[in-house]
């Protein structure tokens, strides 16, 4: 009934993803009760599994061909034809794989996760075509059955005259269809584990395959023992094509999967909100809007881009350092992740394009370009012997703030600075009409050391 059960919930794909941690947890196999616990996954588990999946689909497919043909079983040799694709698949499985896991280079700066992806999108296209030659194959058996006296004990006579002396007994096709299910459910679920464990969805896809390969077994089974102990052929092709069914709907899952990563889908809802919350996590960080973060799948890993708020008056090095432990708390805690772009922006601040609020919408200059300006202007004031600190602030408004410390000459007075202050406010605001809010600081502390550098500069000069 465990057994029964594991195949039912695992019915589809999506389930199976959704439901891949629970699975990756749990023993696919009775050989591993009670045994010492497994070794950390590896990337080479997925490269075993595919090639341990393509010898036994060969010993199968060829088992199924003999044996179909000495007991005149069309089911049989049907399903072997299945058999033989699933090698294709083993063969396209193992080489996206491989071309996955390459380190990035300099034409592949991102990696080469897509190959996986194109290498699912393949399985799934050849399980759609698996599908509809099984129902192509029973479609036909249905129409000898309806068309030609099928019902009698001469049927495969008269659909395969060549063939009406069997070599074999029909207990020998159903044994072999037998342990074609037996052994095509137990690599599904070991290549299963191991595509959950490596978050491959080329060795899922394959798994999928696998399991086709066993119902399709399992109805040849069916119509095998029906056709031949109950007189019922007509359930065979009826089976056949409820198998094919089930096989194209696997298919067109897998396909609609693996273009969705081709055309940079955005990742799964629900993993993006847990992301948005380790990111919110980190003391100073904020996140404003849908669009703040964003993903995509490369193959096994993915990429995610995040738009994190941060104090507008704050430091360009200090918002970097928030930026470096949104990142890293990210990549601790999906190993998945190959690339994190951390967007910084201020919480006042102008925004541009068809998202502009209020219809502002023109460009400021860049702060290089107002410093060349600010400097210029306060090179007229024989009263400012330096500026010490300068920080510009865009706000929300499309004007600009100013923060600025000013060093004076020495023996000014209290009023006597106020008032260079007030001037120096007048003539920045006159030519600089985007500066609304400017607090200028008086700096009068390093007088002494200024005028010393000064005099040093004077006789360096008079030297040279």
Not at 292 to 315: A, E, F, K, L, Y
Not at 338 to 367: K, M, S, T, W, Y
Not at 370 to 396: D, M
Not at 416 to 426: D, F, G, Q, T
Request: proline letters at 4%.
């Amino acid at each position: 009934m465990l057994f029964l059960r594991r195949f039912i919930t695992s019915s589809s794909p999506r389930l199976a993803l959704k439901t891949r941690h629970l699975a990756s947890s749990r023993s696919f196999s009775s050989r591993e009760i009670n045994h010492k616990p497994r070794s950390p996954p590896t990337a080479q588990d997925g490269e075993d599994v595919t090639v341990r999946g393509a010898m036994l689909n060969g010993a199968l497919a060829t088992s199924k061909a003999v044996v179909g043909v000495a007991a005149h079983s069309p089911a049989l040799i049907s399903d072997a034809a299945h058999s033989f694709s699933d090698i294709a698949t083993d063969v396209v499985t193992l080489l996206s794989y491989r071309k996955a896991r390459q380190p990035a280079d300099f034409e592949h700066p991102w990696g080469h996760g897509k190959y996986e992806s194109v290498g699912t999108a393949i399985v799934g296209c050849v399980l759609i075509a698996t599908g509809l030659g099984v129902g192509s194959h029973a479609g036909a058996m249905l129409y000898d059955v309806l068309m030609h006296d099928y019902w009698s004990q001469h049927a495969t006579a008269m659909i395969l005259p060549e063939l009406a002396d069997p070599f074999l007994s029909p207990v020998a096709a159903m044994g072999v269809a037998a342990a074609s299910v037996a052994l095509k459910l137990d690599m599904y679920w070991m290549t299963l584990r191991v595509g959950q464990e490596q978050n491959s969805n080329v060795v899922i896809a394959n798994a999928y395959h696998h399991r086709s390969d066993a119902l399709s077994s399992a109805v040849a089974f069916a119509g095998i023992g029906a056709a031949s102990f109950l007189g019922l052929p007509l359930l065979d092709p009826l089976a056949g094509l409820a198998v094919a069914a089930w096989v194209i709907n696997d298919g067109v899952d897998v396909t609609q999967g693996a273009v969705k990563d081709l055309l940079d889908k955005q990742i799964d809802s629900a993993l993006l909100t847990e992301m948005a919350h380790v990111c919110s996590s980190v003391p100073g960080v904020k996140l404003k809007g849908d669009r703040s973060i964003r993903g995509r799948r490369m193959g096994p890993m993915m990429s995610v881009d995040v738009n994190i708020t941060v104090d507008g008056w704050m430091s360009a090095s200090s918002a970097h350092q928030l930026g470096e432990h949104v990142r890293m708390k990210l990549m601790a805690r999906w190993s998945s992740l190959r690339d994190v772009r951390i967007h910084i922006d201020p919480d006042i601040r102008q925004e541009f394009g068809v998202h502009a609020p209020g219809g502002v919408n023109e460009l400021r200059d860049p702060p290089q370009l107002y410093e060349e300006r600010i400097r210029a202007i306060l090179g007229k004031v024989s009263e400012v012997l330096k500026i010490r600190q300068l920080s510009l602030t865009y706000n929300i408004h499309g004007d600009v703030d100013l923060r600025m410390s000013v060093l004076l000459k020495p023996g000014l007075s209290i009023v006597a600075s106020n008032s260079v202050a007030e001037e120096v406010k007048r003539l920045l605001v006159c030519h600089i009409g985007e500066l609304k809010n400017i607090e200028l600081d008086q700096d009068f502390g390093e007088q002494r050391q200024y005028l010393e550098e000064e005099d040093q500069d004077q006789d360096e000069k008079k030297y040279v």
